[in-house]
């Protein structure tokens, strides 16, 4: 039985191998990865640790905060505000950017969190996740402003998510391929499960909320309408639909077998993008997705070449097998 390879270890022999991941990065991976280990004990205790139910309050988007939101938050900026590896942090569930307190170093990367996704799942013991993207800090930056966390994607220097299932694993990449690592629970470490995830570029499989089918513009309805045709349709084969109201997990399993993600934009609010977040959703898994061999847009460009505008920016989602993707992008740019 081969030695198994722990998180430290891999990314010290991808530094060798590539020369990508500085000290600096490396130690605030390990950082992140250490408080994903916190939230999965949090989200594995459930209602034994009274960790279930609203908290009482909204985001910044105007939703109900679950009392895991709020604790997968606090664990992150904790855990990440004092190792001198950051300038500044940003989370979906604050409003503004969070600052580095005077009394802790200041590094040179900028972390950005979706603490808890896929909020709707908690309370019914459904996978969730941690989802979280990496900037470097702009070079002329002295104290961090929003505008210097508002990079395109392309700019990331390592993305990644951690999903709290039946297992609990470590997704991430630094830009050489995508690698999964697994928890194990005796020894408390991040051993690496599944190395260089690729999507095929063709799939039977999509996920959508059809829930929200009457209000998909034109190009959405006739693709979808192509793959519920199945064989006897244009396509020639039979789809099948999936859909865990989970963005990680439904792109975490996308990366393990394939498939083609979508969360549209839709005629209930002509003005609004889409429903996902650029920064904290959108860009790391746009990365992971292209890493891994399949393309992400959002039915008219490439996710990573957005400039965003504002942190709390929302998009439109089409990530996954490439054919696919390109298929309904075309629809959109016709």
Known sequence: MSKPISLTHHLIEQQRLHNRIPAELRLLIEVVGRACKRISHAVGKGALGEVLGSAGSENVQGEVQKKLDVISNEILLEANEWGGHLAGMASEEMETFHKIPNRYPKGEY???FDPLDGSSNIDIDVSIGTIFSVLKA???MVDPT???FLQPGVKQVAAGYA???????FVLTTGDG???FTLDREMGAWVLTHSNMMIPEDTQEYAINASNARHWYPPVTRYVDEL???EDGPRQKDFNMRWIAAMVA???RILNRGGIFMYPADSRDPGKPGKLRLMYEANPMALLVEQAGGIATNGHQRILDIQPEKLHQRVAVFLGAKNEVERV???HKE
């Open 146 to 148: 929003e505008q210097d």
């Open 250 to 252: 439904d792109v975490h």
């Open 110 to 112: 900028l972390l950005l």
């Open 178 to 180: 995508v690698h999964g």
């Open 138 to 140: 702009p070079d002329s």
């Open 163 to 169: 999903i709290y299932g039946p297992q609990t694993m």
């Open 329 to 331: 992008t075309s629809y």
């Open 228 to 230: 519920l045709a199945g």
